[in-house]
């Protein structure tokens, strides 16, 4: 029944897991998230742990760490990465419809997706599943990058914690998927953040804009935001906050 050789859909899905279902450190054949992938594919659990974990060795975020994953990996592992690993927006799409194919649903059921303000069936329908299915993507690969807990307060209240675009996907829609493109903040900060209010600098510090530095008789900003001025903030262990989206925050949405 269990085949030596992944497929490339397979490939698609492992990829899909190890961005979203699970961290590295806690990959092991007796997660309920290995499990899954593994009834999923028709493989062992066993299988599926070692393909997740494989996958390490191609991801620069855990390699800066010195994780290096299995050093001898499938070969057809690299295609399926390189050609995902930049076009965030096909990979999620893409996955859930290999979902939504193995298990005989729809993409909105495997996707969860409210269908009641959708249009019936056409190009605009397809459009708008894509964007939410990518919005789900982000959220979840965000969060479990920095492993749930906000990059500026520490706080892991799930229901607080917001998957933030750097540079927002009304500007740039294909990245709004990009993991690299987000940071993982509470309500309030998430709120300062989107109105420029503050800021992450290029050695990711948050800086705080004048209009927060100047209300100096606000006891709540003496609570909530003065104690993290320049505080270096709580990073990933993936998806790196990219450069290029943090210019662009400090350039176009900061309030100097």
Avoid at 117 to 130: C, S
Avoid at 172 to 191: F, I, R, S, T
Avoid at 232 to 256: A, C, D, S, T
Wanted: aromatic share 12%; charged share 25%.
């Amino acid at each position: 029944m269990y085949r030596n050789n992944w497929s490339r859909q397979e490939l698609i899905l492992a990829l899909y897991w190890y961005c979203t279902k699970i961290p590295f450190t806690k990959i092991k054949y007796t997660k309920p998230e290995v499990i899954e992938l593994a009834e999923l594919v028709g493989r062992t659990p066993s299988a599926a742990a070692f393909k997740l974990v494989n996958f390490a060795r191609l991801d620069p975020a855990l390699q800066q760490r010195g994780v290096k994953g299995m050093s001898k990996g499938s070969k057809a592992e690299k295609p399926v990465w390189n050609e995902f690993y930049d076009n965030w927006n096909e990979l999620a799409y893409t996955a859930e419809n290999i979902i939504a194919e193995k298990k005989g649903l729809s993409i909105e059921q495997v996707s969860e997706i409210e269908t009641a303000d959708l249009p019936k069936a056409g190009i605009e329908r397809q459009a708008l599943v894509k964007i939410r299915i990518n919005q789900n993507f982000f959220r979840k690969a965000v969060l479990l990058s920095y492993q749930n807990k906000c990059c500026i307060t520490g706080i892991t209240i799930p229901q607080l914690l917001v998957a933030s675009h750097i540079k927002p996907w009304s500007k740039d829609l294909n990245q709004a998927a990009n993991p690299e493109n987000g940071l993982c903040l509470n309500a309030l900060h998430d709120k300062a953040f989107d109105k420029g209010l503050l800021t992450i600098s290029e050695d990711f510090r948050v800086v705080l804009s004048e209009t927060i530095l100047k209300a100096k008789k606000e006891d709540f900003l003496h609570k909530y935001f003065f104690p993290y001025q320049e505080k270096e903030i709580i990073k990933p262990v993936r998806f790196m906050p990219h450069q290029e989206f943090l210019e662009y925050h400090r350039n176009f949405i900061f309030l100097q």
